[in-house]
């Protein structure tokens, strides 16, 4: 009952800064607007990353979807006898390099017969791609009747015309700018309006291996080479890791020695891929003598990168198992390793598997370190085993996006969306697996 | 014989062997599997094991062993003009005698296909030499484990003893991966340092690696002074953690604290997508996309950016890295305990000032952690320099001009043709161990701020 209790505190604060006074209003305003600002920041910080994201796939797919597409010629091939066969022998040896390149000539030349002049001539002669008597080679080969008669076939277009078709070649440049002269494209106009030009899908792209010629480059030895990469990986990274896993997880005593792996574990997953790289090129290379650019050591030099991911994946989901499965498999009198191998392996396998696609997805993407062990060669052929030199998807990606051409921009985007449609599979594959095997104890 | 005949053979045996030993098993117990101390199945295991781990042992040390002694005894035979010659040119002797054995190349020197052919012949022996003594180890292993088959013998405890050694062996490729990478860089690193005095490679301010095929050749003494990489290296780093760290840290920000659940069921997986994206796509992107975007941007201003600029490889690289800097964030942010955050709610501050005041100051050694990590990782990317940054080793700190990595000058030292004694294919490995260097000092450290921050929460 004295002046202790009465209520002095809130008189001394002025009016204005009271509960709904001015000032109060205007701190709790600014306060708001603080609040918000920050939360827009926030969202603007994720907008702005995922804008990023939309416009790196908007521009490779603007630059890429082109390259599903093939400009192709209809020329009608005299297939001469007098050319292909002139002394009489038809034999296989004799038929495979008989003289194409001039069938080409003699038709192309034939289309347009008002053309005398040499250069024009040749100038015409560059409208068909190289391509042109390799196909007119397997015709032949695939059914020597054909020789002495004539017959239209359609070959692929050089990149220059393929390029002017798909519009991305100015045409009001001034000619010396052009790569294709104002009579290539009154011809190529001429061609167009008959029909002997057209678009089709780009089947090439898909089987061939590389080429100097862009319209001739495909992506197939590269994926062929991506496939056998990637099965040395998974064959040798899968079981190996997930042995580590189940040792680490399950049998290992805690002591310095595991510390040590376990510490050595997670380095190894940190280390910049160029580092296993250079590992691979000292190692497997010159102290092994493994074949170079092969399939076989770019395998194992990333079998030794992705092992990190595939041992962390597969403890995670042996961990997830839980003990009472163990023990009931003890109390019924199983071995450690019976039950290990009867009853948690078999849980945990969903989880490890996932682990392992992703750790596949990140391999498949992965350049650096086949860079170091050679697999950048230009290699025409399609690799047909583990020791054949050979390229793999991004490294094909690599050499197109270094090359000068024009017309290898379309390619290179066009092997990103291979590339990415690959990778786009195996995660879904992975996020399948774990929404179909998910266990929830 | 052909050597994946010899294997399958081998496995094979050791398939019959499995089933010889089980057969037995039920044999010497008439039946009555529960008189056995374990399972037939292991019995059919164990004399499979002994059938086949051996042989495979000798097989891979016999062709381990091969070629080295193949190619001596190869060496002996030559002729007499042909062997006594420097050990280098012996070296190019043997290759050629093995590229002609390969059959990649025709030689047309006598000696060195007859001597292709000597080693052939002397293959062919060596392989059918391994073959009896690998069917005869079989025969011999597996007989002796199925002799020994008997009601009491323990033939799980074995086996599985067995298994657990095949555990731990592969369990230890990490550390021998560890050693193998360590070795390997510092081995030729050591060979460099020969040539190219230490202090030069760590201070020297110029780098132009090229050796002299003459003496006399204009600029004759290539220069490996590490500086200017370094500088470039930290330069496009620098702007790749300016580009990702505020854009990471507020997108994790926001996914954890303030986004609907729906927008971060949808937000957290598609950043994560950025991380998916192979380097080389963004190589690509940097280089034909927003390198030119910004050559044209800084000519409209009347700024000269090179084509190959700095700006352009770390912004992209940054882009990147994004994803690595969020969700490492969002983890730390998620372990701050909710405690806090009430408290502070109850003294009536709001929800930016509690993440200000209270969320960020607790969670800050992880987010260091985690910055760190990113850093890392941004100083061992290769494929985004590569094909973005420049190759001239420039002491500079202009973003807009080209600079050059250590991880570029690593890729252009080694690829292509190499030969394994000069000093400019060698400086690769050193560079490549100043690089395993700082991104393990930095993963160590970062490793351990996180786990100190976690362990202060749990």
Same mark, same amino acid.
């Given at each position: 009952?004295?002046?202790?209790?009465?209520?002095?505190?809130?008189?001394?604060?002025?009016?204005?800064?009271?509960? /709904?006074?001015? =000032?109060?209003?205007?701190?709790?305003?600014?306060?708001?607007?603080?609040?918000?600002?920050?939360?827009?920041?926030?969202?603007?910080?994720?907008?702005?990353?995922?804008?990023?994201?939309?416009?790196?796939?908007?521009?490779?797919?603007?630059? /890429?979807?082109?390259?599903?597409?093939?400009?192709?010629?209809?020329?009608?091939?005299?297939?001469? #006898?007098?050319?292909?066969?002139?002394?009489? &022998?038809?034999?296989?040896?004799?038929?495979?390099?008989?003289?194409?390149?001039?069938?080409?000539?003699?038709?192309?030349?034939? =289309?347009?017969?008002?053309?005398?002049?040499?250069? *024009?001539?040749?100038?015409?002669?560059?409208?068909?791609?190289?391509?042109?008597?390799?196909?007119?080679?397997? +015709?032949?080969?695939? &059914?020597?009747?054909?020789?002495?008669?004539?017959?239209? %076939?359609?070959?692929?277009?050089?990149?220059?015309?393929? @390029?002017?078709?798909?519009?991305?070649?100015?045409?009001?440049?001034?000619?010396?700018?052009?790569?294709?002269?104002?009579?290539?494209? @009154?011809?190529?106009?001429?061609?167009?309006?008959?029909?002997?030009?057209?678009?089709?899908?780009?089947?090439?792209?898909?089987?061939?291996?590389?080429?100097?010629?862009?319209?001739?480059?495909?992506?197939?030895?590269?994926?062929?080479?991506?496939?056998?990469?990637?099965?040395? #990986?998974?064959?040798?990274?899968?079981?190996?890791?997930?042995?580590?896993?189940?040792?680490? *997880?399950?049998?290992?005593?805690?002591?310095?020695?595991?510390?040590?792996?376990?510490?050595?574990?997670?380095?190894?997953?940190?280390?910049?891929?160029?580092?296993?790289?250079?590992?691979?090129?000292?190692?497997?290379?010159?102290?092994?003598?493994?074949?170079?650019?092969?399939?076989?050591?770019?395998?194992?030099?990333?079998?030794?990168?992705?092992?990190?991911?595939?041992?962390?994946?597969?403890?995670?989901?042996?961990? @997830?198992?839980?003990?009472?499965?163990? *023990?009931?498999?003890?109390?019924?009198?199983?071995?450690?390793?019976?039950? +290990?191998?009867?009853?948690?392996?078999?849980?945990?396998?969903?989880?490890?598997? #996932?682990?392992?696609?992703?750790?596949?997805?990140?391999?498949?993407?992965?350049?650096?370190?086949?860079?170091?062990?050679?697999?950048?060669?230009?290699?025409?052929?399609?690799?047909?085993?583990?020791?054949?030199?050979?390229?793999?998807?991004?490294?094909?990606?690599?050499?197109?996006?270094?090359?000068?051409?024009?017309?290898? %921009?379309?390619?290179?985007? =066009?092997?990103?969306?291979?590339?990415?449609?690959?990778?786009?599979?195996?995660?879904?594959?992975?996020?399948?697996?774990?929404?179909?095997?998910?266990?929830?104890? | 014989?052909?050597?994946?005949?010899?294997?399958?053979?081998?496995?094979?045996?050791?398939?019959?062997?499995?089933?010889?030993?089980?057969?037995?098993?039920?044999?010497?117990?008439?039946?009555?599997?529960?008189?056995?101390?374990?399972?037939?199945?292991?019995?059919?295991?164990?004399?499979?094991?002994?059938?086949?781990?051996?042989?495979?042992?000798?097989?891979?040390?016999?062709?381990?062993?091969?070629?080295?002694?193949?190619?001596?005894?190869?060496?002996?035979?030559?002729?007499?003009?042909?062997?006594?010659?420097?050990?280098?040119?012996?070296?190019?002797?043997?290759?050629?005698?093995?590229?002609?054995?390969?059959?990649?190349?025709?030689?047309?020197?006598?000696?060195?296909?007859?001597?292709?052919?000597?080693?052939?012949?002397?293959?062919?022996?060596?392989?059918?030499?391994?073959?009896?003594?690998?069917?005869?180890?079989?025969? !011999?292993?597996?007989?002796?484990?199925?002799?020994?088959?008997?009601?009491?013998?323990?033939?799980?405890?074995?086996?599985?003893?067995?298994?657990?050694?095949?555990?731990?062996?592969?369990?230890?490729?990490?550390?021998?991966?560890?050693?193998?990478?360590?070795?390997?860089?510092?081995?030729?690193?050591?060979?460099?340092?020969?040539?190219?005095?230490?202090?030069?490679?760590?201070?020297?301010?110029?780098?132009?690696?090229?050796?002299?095929?003459?003496?006399?050749?204009?600029?004759?003494?290539?220069?490996?002074?590490?500086?200017?990489?370094?500088?470039?290296?930290?330069?496009?780093?620098?702007?790749?953690?300016?580009?990702?760290?505020?854009?990471?840290?507020?997108?994790?920000?926001?996914?954890?604290?303030? !986004?609907?659940?729906?927008?971060?069921?949808?937000?957290?997986?598609?950043?994560?997508?950025?991380?998916?994206?192979?380097?080389?796509?963004?190589?690509?992107?940097?280089?034909?996309?927003?390198?030119?975007?910004?050559?044209?941007?800084?000519?409209?201003?009347?700024?000269?950016?090179?084509?190959?600029?700095?700006? !352009? $490889?770390?912004?992209?690289?940054?882009?990147?890295?994004?994803?690595?800097?969020?969700?490492?964030?969002?983890?730390?942010?998620?372990?701050?305990?909710?405690?806090?955050?009430?408290?502070?709610?109850?003294?009536?501050?709001?929800?930016?000032?509690?993440?200000?005041?209270?969320?960020?100051?607790?969670?800050?050694?992880?987010?260091?952690?985690?910055?760190?990590?990113?850093?890392?990782?941004?100083?061992?990317?290769?494929?985004?320099?590569?094909?973005?940054?420049?190759?001239?080793?420039?002491?500079?700190?202009?973003?807009?001009?080209?600079?050059?990595?250590?991880?570029?000058?690593?890729?252009?030292?080694?690829?292509?043709?190499?030969?394994?004694?000069?000093?400019?294919?060698? $400086?690769?490995?050193?560079?490549?161990?100043?690089?395993?260097?700082?991104?393990?000092?930095?993963?160590?450290?970062?490793?351990?701020?996180?786990?100190?921050?976690?362990?202060?929460?749990?």
């Amino acid at each position: 009952m004295n002046n202790a209790t009465s209520p002095k505190g809130i008189y001394a604060i002025a009016p204005e800064r009271r509960l /709904g006074g001015a =000032a109060h209003t205007a701190l709790v305003q600014r306060r708001k607007a603080a609040e918000k600002r920050f939360r827009y920041y926030g969202l603007g910080a994720l907008v702005v990353s995922l804008m990023f994201l939309v416009l790196l796939f908007a521009s490779i797919i603007a630059k /890429g979807w082109t390259a599903f597409e093939q400009t192709y010629l209809r020329l009608d091939v005299d297939f001469a #006898t007098d050319v292909l066969v002139p002394d009489g &022998d038809r034999s296989e040896q004799a038929l495979s390099s008989a003289n194409y390149p001039a069938l080409v000539k003699n038709a192309i030349w034939a =289309a347009f017969p008002d053309v005398t002049s040499r250069g *024009e001539k040749r100038q015409l002669q560059d409208l068909v791609s190289s391509g042109a008597s390799f196909e007119l080679r397997n +015709i032949v080969m695939n &059914d020597p009747s054909v020789i002495g008669t004539q017959r239209s %076939v359609w070959v692929p277009a050089t990149a220059f015309v393929d @390029s002017l078709i798909k519009g991305q070649m100015d045409r009001s440049l001034p000619e010396s700018e052009r790569k294709l002269s104002d009579l290539q494209i @009154s011809w190529v106009d001429h061609l167009l309006s008959n029909g002997h030009i057209e678009k089709r899908f780009n089947t090439m792209l898909f089987t061939d291996g590389d080429s100097r010629d862009p319209e001739l480059a495909g992506i197939g030895g590269a994926i062929m080479g991506s496939l056998y990469t990637m099965l040395v #990986t998974l064959l040798l990274s899968f079981p190996i890791g997930v042995a580590a896993a189940i040792y680490l *997880e399950e049998f290992a005593p805690r002591n310095r020695w595991t510390d040590l792996i376990e510490v050595n574990i997670n380095n190894l997953a940190a280390v910049p891929s160029i580092v296993y790289g250079l590992l691979g090129l000292a190692v497997f290379i010159n102290f092994l003598g493994l074949p170079r650019s092969s399939p076989l050591v770019g395998g194992l030099v990333l079998t030794l990168m992705t092992l990190p991911v595939v041992i962390i994946a597969s403890r995670a989901a042996l961990t @997830s198992v839980p003990p009472s499965i163990r *023990e009931a498999a003890l109390g019924m009198g199983a071995s450690k390793m019976q039950t +290990i191998t009867h009853h948690v392996l078999p849980l945990a396998m969903p989880g490890m598997l #996932t682990g392992a696609i992703i750790g596949m997805a990140r391999a498949l993407g992965e350049t650096a370190p086949l860079l170091m062990i050679g697999m950048v060669a230009f290699i025409v052929d399609v690799p047909k085993s583990l020791t054949d030199p050979a390229t793999a998807l991004p490294v094909q990606i690599y050499l197109w996006a270094s090359s000068p051409e024009r017309a290898f %921009v379309e390619r290179t985007s =066009a092997a990103i969306l291979v590339l990415l449609a690959f990778m786009v599979l195996m995660n879904a594959l992975a996020v399948v697996l774990r929404k179909r095997f998910e266990r929830r104890w | 014989m052909n050597l994946s005949v010899v294997l399958t053979a081998v496995l094979g045996l050791a398939a019959l062997a499995y089933h010889f030993g089980r057969r037995r098993a039920f044999a010497v117990v008439s039946g009555r599997v529960r008189d056995l101390h374990s399972l037939p199945s292991y019995y059919g295991m164990h004399t499979a094991l002994w059938c086949g781990v051996p042989a495979l042992i000798v097989m891979s040390l016999w062709l381990a062993f091969e070629p080295s002694i193949m190619t001596n005894l190869v060496v002996e035979r030559l002729p007499e003009a042909m062997r006594h010659v420097p050990e280098s040119q012996l070296n190019l002797v043997i290759n050629d005698i093995r590229n002609a054995v390969n059959g990649t190349m025709t030689g047309n020197d006598p000696a060195i296909r007859e001597a292709a052919d000597y080693y052939l012949q002397l293959r062919t022996v060596s392989h059918a030499a391994m073959a009896v003594v690998l069917f005869a180890l079989c025969a !011999a292993g597996g007989s002796w484990a199925w002799k020994r088959i008997a009601p009491d013998f323990r033939a799980r405890n074995r086996v599985e003893k067995s298994m657990s050694v095949l555990l731990i062996l592969c369990s230890m490729v990490a550390v021998f991966t560890t050693i193998g990478i360590v070795l390997s860089v510092l081995f030729e690193s050591l060979r460099f340092f020969q040539q190219i005095p230490l202090t030069d490679f760590l201070f020297g301010l110029e780098w132009s690696p090229q050796t002299a095929m003459r003496a006399d050749q204009v600029g004759a003494s290539g220069a490996f002074g590490m500086i200017p990489l370094l500088t470039g290296t930290l330069l496009v780093s620098g702007i790749a953690m300016l580009v990702a760290v505020p854009l990471g840290l507020m997108s994790a920000l926001y996914l954890s604290e303030y !986004a609907p659940s729906r927008v971060r069921t949808f937000g957290k997986p598609l950043l994560e997508v950025l991380a998916g994206i192979p380097t080389v796509v963004y190589g690509f992107f940097a280089a034909i996309t927003v390198a030119p975007f910004l050559r044209d941007l800084g000519a409209s201003v009347g700024l000269q950016v090179a084509s190959e600029s700095a700006l !352009a $490889a770390g912004a992209v690289m940054g882009i990147m890295i994004i994803p690595f800097v969020s969700s490492l964030s969002d983890d730390v942010i998620n372990a701050v305990p909710q405690a806090m955050r009430d408290g502070s709610y109850a003294l009536g501050a709001t929800k930016s000032e509690t993440i200000k005041n209270v969320v960020l100051p607790a969670a800050l050694p992880g987010i260091v952690g985690s910055v760190l990590l990113a850093i890392s990782r941004a100083i061992g990317e290769t494929m985004i320099v590569v094909m973005a940054a420049g190759l001239s080793a420039k002491l500079t700190a202009n973003p807009l001009e080209a600079v050059t990595t250590v991880t570029v000058q690593i890729v252009t030292l080694l690829v292509g043709d190499q030969e394994f004694d000069s000093p400019k294919t060698l $400086a690769a490995f050193a560079l490549g161990l100043v690089l395993f260097l700082i991104t393990l000092v930095l993963n160590i450290i970062a490793l351990h701020v996180v786990r100190k921050y976690r362990e202060q929460y749990e």
